[in-house]
């Protein structure tokens, strides 16, 4: 596997690459926005971590430049309490984020998530306007929600919701992206409108499919893992 490492404190870097390197990854540096959007316009990583404090600029760039290559796992590293930047960088796209400091167990264990999560997406079949969701399948053009073969009583909002976020699995969702495009409208009824379909259509769903809320983001869609064989 490789993967990127965007740091411009020198000895954070090392640090971080002889432990990825331990672990079997390839590893490229880049100390700059620039490097790092270079070093993405020509090679492929499986994982990315993004320190959001660069000297030349703004992490989430580089967060946002992954993310148009939707294989790459991405982490954001901020330093301690700095909240509203973990909330930037999840925001712009990032899978997951680390605080300075930060252990070589919470570093592999993330990492893990991650890749194990993109793995699991990658999977998921979702051709000619049809997306399966383990033993959920959803139809986008008939407007229909199967479960085991059975169909779910979904009303429209809720079924667009849920379309939305199984179209990105594993992938944070914002609430204002949800209102914008289900309610078209942000405002303050509307959200309470939100909570009210989320939990009617997490009651439908039951077992069936995991949705997360992510505090003061939005809601994620949890991937179905396959059992290990």
């Excluded at 580089?62 to 954001?76: D, M, N, P, Q, Y």
């Excluded at 700095?82 to 712009?92: Q, S």
């Excluded at 009824?189 to 939100?194: A, H, I, N, P, V």
């Amino acid at each position: 596997m490789r993967a990127l490492i965007v740091e411009n404190d020198d000895k954070v870097a090392r640090a971080l690459s002889r432990t990825l390197r331990a672990e079997g990854f390839e590893i490229e540096r880049a100390g700059t926005v620039r490097d790092a959007v270079e070093a993405i316009a020509r090679s492929e990583f499986d994982v990315a971590l993004v320190d959001l404090g660069l000297d030349d600029g703004d992490g989430v760039d580089v967060i946002r430049a992954l993310r148009e290559k939707a294989s790459t796992g991405v982490l954001a590293v901020t330093a301690r309490g700095e909240e509203a930047d973990r909330v930037r960088g999840l925001r712009a796209g990032a899978d997951d984020y680390l605080v300075k400091p930060f252990g070589v167990a919470e570093l592999l264990a993330r990492i893990e998530a991650v890749t194990r999560r993109l793995r699991v997406v990658r999977s998921v079949p979702q051709t000619h306007g049809v997306i399966d969701h383990g033993g959920l399948v959803i139809d986008r053009d008939r407007h229909e929600v199967h479960l085991h073969g059975e169909l779910l009583r979904l009303t429209r909002k809720e079924f667009d919701v849920f379309v939305m976020l199984a179209r990105s699995v594993g992938s944070v969702v914002e609430r204002d992206h949800i209102l914008d495009q289900v309610w078209h409208s942000t405002f303050e009824g509307s959200s309470r409108s939100l909570d009210t379909h989320m939990t009617s259509l997490r009651a439908k769903l039951g077992d069936a499919a995991r949705i997360s809320t992510v505090r003061g983001i939005g809601y994620r869609l949890e991937p179905v893992e396959k059992p290990d064989r």
